[in-house]
């Protein structure tokens, strides 16, 4: 059975820092890219970063260059999002999701959702002004 179970969120004022984690188990951790998505109230789920399978290539969205950086580690089975200077905006539910690569040169790339295999349940950030 195949889990990915974010942890990590919660309530922070602007300007505050957040490390979201995500554990994979049931898949080969290192064969899949990994993304993070967020959906904030009445708005559509968007890619907020990725990363390839080796961690030799990212994908940020515009609004998190610079502040917002992803990692991965295959030996834990864990991808994480290290976020920084957050904002009001930023505030949303935080998704991880994993889809099979199987070229392990496959660079990283702006997924869709429908792009991905599995997902998360997703976890809160809130970001206070």
């Known amino acids: 059975q195949v889990q990915l179970v974010e942890s990590g969120g919660g309530l922070v004022q602007t300007g505050g820092s957040l490390t979201l984690s995500c554990a994979a188990s049931?898949?080969?951790?290192?064969?899949?890219?990994m993304g993070w998505f967020r959906q904030a109230p009445g708005k559509e789920r968007e890619s907020v970063a990725a990363?390839?399978?080796?961690?030799?290539?990212?994908y940020y969205t515009d609004s998190v260059k610079g502040r917002f950086t992803v990692s991965r580690d295959n030996a834990k089975n864990t991808v994480y999002l290290q976020m920084n200077s957050l904002k009001p905006e930023d505030t949303a539910v935080y998704y991880c999701a994993a889809r099979f690569t199987p070229r392990p040169t496959t660079p990283s790339r702006r997924f869709s959702p429908g792009d991905m295999n599995y997902w998360g349940k997703g976890t809160l950030v809130t970001v206070s002004s």
């Open positions: 049931g898949i080969t951790f290192s064969s899949y890219a």
């Open positions: 990363i390839s399978r080796s961690a030799s290539s990212t």
